[in-house]
């Protein structure tokens, strides 16, 4: 019998037939190499050998996953690696610390620990889901796998044209906004050493900025009014259609709305920080936003309480249940009664607001941006408070609402007038 038949001992019917028993036993093969089989009836196959004067063991993986001849071929490479002074048990444990360095190191990887650590902390969780899928479905199929520090900006760019591809132009910008985000980060924490996203700030297409619909022709306003009071929907519909041109908030503030938050004896809606759009620091520690209510708001809102006063929410769903109506309810009433989607939205109470309190009351600009929650600054750069103005604001929302009654009724205005604080 030859040295190599001598070793290569085990065949592929013996270690098929061999059964398992109470306790773990070995069929050798030579070289070192044996087959273990565990009471469970799985097979390992274990590599014993000397090295430094120590006896050591190394898994060679389990049977049938691995044959008899894959097993025999990683007992003879190992054997090189020790007759080369290579210990294969250390070889193995380093080659997997490399790989694992190497996975932690890709795109995905980096962005996924960005994303956990840094973006879900610092905006909303609807916000940070959203920017996860963007990466999920537009980046990571194409340089997920890539090591950060090798995505160069042709690399990034060509993932991004897949998205401008499909006319996702907004898309593909939010895109590569997130990823250098993802690069920054990677710089400040040596995974990479420059980000490739800021390359490609003017390679994309641009974006055409539409802009919600809303109506700003006084007359068209006044007859979308007079549609208002004709509306033979659900009262608590109609309230909502009324009340949204007097308050000009977001559809999502205005269908939230509690009848906690109303002090309608002192002509007060105060928001809670968390109802607003802000960012996730300032829902959490910043402060109320607070809607001065005009005469014929508060109106508006003491004849909807005898129908809505009694549950939690002003304006709540018809499908009963404690929850508010849907985010289509105004929506869907601006379409029955014909303005269209490009005519006005729920949105657009805000554009119209603006456009006619700044050009036809000649409110100054500062005064609206407060009332609309917007983040104004002023020439040195410091950010309004949000509570500042009050008085003024106090004063213009009754001057809109009166305003907005001689529309109603087709008349015309004379202009407001405010100083600043």
């Known amino acids: 019998m030859s040295a190599k038949n001598?070793?290569?001992?085990?065949?592929?019917?013996?270690?098929?037939?061999?059964?398992?028993?109470?306790?773990?036993?070995?069929?050798?093969?030579?070289?070192?190499?044996?087959?273990?089989?565990?009471?469970?009836?799985?097979?390992?196959?274990?590599?014993?050998?000397r090295f430094g004067g120590k006896e050591k063991m190394l898994s060679l993986g389990t049977h049938p996953e691995v044959s008899l001849k894959d097993a025999r071929e990683r007992r003879d490479n190992a054997r090189k690696d020790i007759a080369a002074g290579i210990d294969p048990g250390a070889k193995r444990k380093a080659e997997k610390e490399t790989r694992t360095a190497l996975a932690a190191n890709t795109f995905e990887a980096v962005a996924r620990e960005w994303h956990k650590t840094?973006?879900?902390?610092?905006?909303?969780?609807?916000?940070?889901?959203?920017?996860?899928?963007?990466?999920?479905?537009?980046?990571?199929?194409?340089i997920g796998a890539t090591p950060i520090a090798k995505i160069t900006a042709p690399k990034l760019l060509e993932a991004l044209r897949k998205i401008e591809a499909r006319g996702a132009i907004e898309t593909a910008h939010r895109v590569r906004h997130a990823c250098g985000q993802v690069f920054r980060y990677?710089?400040?924490?040596?995974?990479?050493?420059?980000?490739?996203?800021?390359?490609?700030?003017?390679?994309?297409?641009?974006?055409?900025?539409?802009?919600?619909?809303?109506?700003?022709?006084?007359?068209?306003?006044?007859?979308?009014?007079?549609?208002?009071?004709?509306?033979?929907?659900?009262?608590?519909?109609?309230?909502?259609?009324?009340?949204?041109?007097?308050?000009?908030?977001?559809?999502?503030?205005?269908?939230?709305a509690e009848w906690v938050e109303f002090d309608l004896d002192a002509a007060m809606w105060t928001i809670p920080a968390p109802k607003m759009k802000r960012s996730k620091q300032q829902k959490l520690s910043g402060a109320p936003h607070v809607v001065p209510l005009s005469t014929q708001a508060v109106a508006v809102l003491r004849d909807l309480a005898p129908l809505a006063g009694h549950g939690r929410y002003v304006f709540p769903s018809p499908r009963g249940g404690d929850r508010p109506m849907s985010e289509n309810g105004v929506l869907s009433a601006l379409r029955r009664m014909g303005f269209a989607k490009d005519e006005m939205t729920g949105h657009g109470f805000?554009?119209?607001?603006?456009?006619?309190?700044?050009?036809?009351?000649?409110?100054?600009?500062?005064?609206?941006?407060?009332?609309?929650?917007?983040?104004?600054?002023?020439?040195?750069?410091?950010?309004?408070n949000r509570t500042e103005f009050m008085a003024q604001r106090r004063a213009m929302m009754q001057a809109?609402?009166?305003?907005?009654?001689?529309?109603?009724?087709?008349?015309?205005?004379?202009p407001f007038t405010t100083k600043q604080s």
């Open 6 to 49: 001598a070793t290569n001992k085990l065949t592929d019917p013996a270690i098929r037939n061999a059964k398992p028993r109470d306790t773990v036993y070995n069929l050798p093969d030579g070289g070192g190499l044996g087959l273990e089989v565990q009471p469970s009836g799985a097979k390992w196959w274990r590599l014993r050998y």
């Open 118 to 142: 840094v973006h879900t902390a610092k905006v909303s969780e609807g916000h940070a889901e959203r920017t996860l899928i963007r990466l999920e479905q537009d980046a990571f199929p194409w």
């Open 186 to 256: 990677g710089i400040a924490t040596g995974r990479c050493e420059r980000d490739p996203a800021a390359d490609l700030r003017d390679a994309l297409k641009p974006v055409i900025v539409k802009h919600h619909a809303a109506i700003t022709d006084p007359k068209q306003v006044g007859g979308m009014l007079r549609a208002f009071d004709d509306y033979q929907g659900m009262p608590t519909t109609r309230a909502a259609l009324k009340l949204a041109p007097l308050v000009f908030l977001r559809p999502g503030e205005l269908r939230q």
């Open 350 to 384: 805000r554009a119209m607001a603006r456009t006619l309190m700044v050009e036809r009351l000649d409110v100054p600009e500062a005064v609206v941006e407060a009332q609309l929650a917007h983040s104004v600054k002023d020439s040195l750069g410091r950010a309004y």
């Open 400 to 414: 809109w609402a009166d305003y907005l009654d001689t529309l109603r009724r087709g008349a015309e205005v004379i």
